[in-house]
């Protein structure tokens, strides 16, 4: 679903790659998470696939649809709810009133049918980031991109959503690559672990554990202490 072939990333005037020789395919329904520090380079890599950013070198396979969760939800606050999960469809030619209709079951699949009328100040963090996740999904992409996408949230919201992510997931039958900063998230939610460092893939770990995964039984703990070390190596 997607590939990518010998992918480098110079910024002008910046000595150093930001990307080196980056080879990465991730299978049709794969959840797959990249992890890293800070500046490893994995948020760039995520840009390039959605083509927010331009790689200097190598190549690149993805389908025309895809969306893309971000950190923050990126709402426009003077619109609703509703015409901000619309935002994708009214953008692509589609009249507002059609648009309100085909968003519907997105609001209602993340919980927001009640908040449909509602202004982005109106909502908690964990609302306006559904509301980001409904935008993605009405334009019923093949591939779901989020970077670090609860990263801000509590951990309650943050338990909520992972279980939403799951089931959407599942049921929309998509392909997700998602950036996150926590090796227990990434555990929790990935088929597939991408461990970036210094702009190159480090290492990859495939994540045996069937669904729910206990955060507290011993094979998680174990997994995750295994990319801990290497994470910190």
Not at 50 to 64: F, K, M, Q, R, Y
Not at 67 to 87: D, H, I, K, R, Y
Not at 175 to 188: D, G
Request: aromatic residues 6%.
């Amino acid at each position: 679903m997607i590939e990518l072939k010998n992918i480098h990333k110079q910024y002008p005037g910046v000595p150093k790659e930001t990307l080196k020789d980056i080879n990465l395919a991730v299978q049709d329904e794969e959840l797959v998470c990249l992890i890293g520090p800070s500046g490893c380079g994995k948020s760039t890599l995520l840009q390039i696939i959605a083509n927010l950013e331009e790689a200097t070198s190598g190549t690149i396979e993805v389908p025309d649809e895809m969306s893309m969760v971000f950190q923050s939800g990126a709402l426009l606050p003077w619109l609703t709810v509703e015409q901000n999960a619309a935002f994708g469809l009214t953008a692509k030619g589609k009249n507002k009133k059609e648009a309100a209709r085909e968003v519907k079951p997105f609001l209602a699949m993340v919980g927001l049918t009640e908040l449909a009328q509602k202004y982005p100040h109106e909502l908690s963090g964990g609302q306006r980031q559904r509301v980001g996740i409904a935008r993605a999904l009405a334009i019923k992409p093949r591939v779901l991109l989020l970077d670090e996408p609860f990263s801000a949230l509590d951990p309650k919201t943050t338990h909520e959503l992972h279980e939403d992510l799951l089931k959407i997931w599942r049921e929309q039958k998509l392909t997700i690559l998602m950036v996150s900063h926590l090796i227990e998230e990434s555990v929790s939610l990935a088929d597939r672990i991408v461990l970036m460092k210094d702009g190159v893939i480090a290492d990859t770990f495939k994540v045996p554990l069937t669904y729910p995964r206990r955060e507290n039984g011993l094979p998680f703990h174990e997994l995750v202490q295994k990319i801990r070390k290497e994470f910190f190596k």
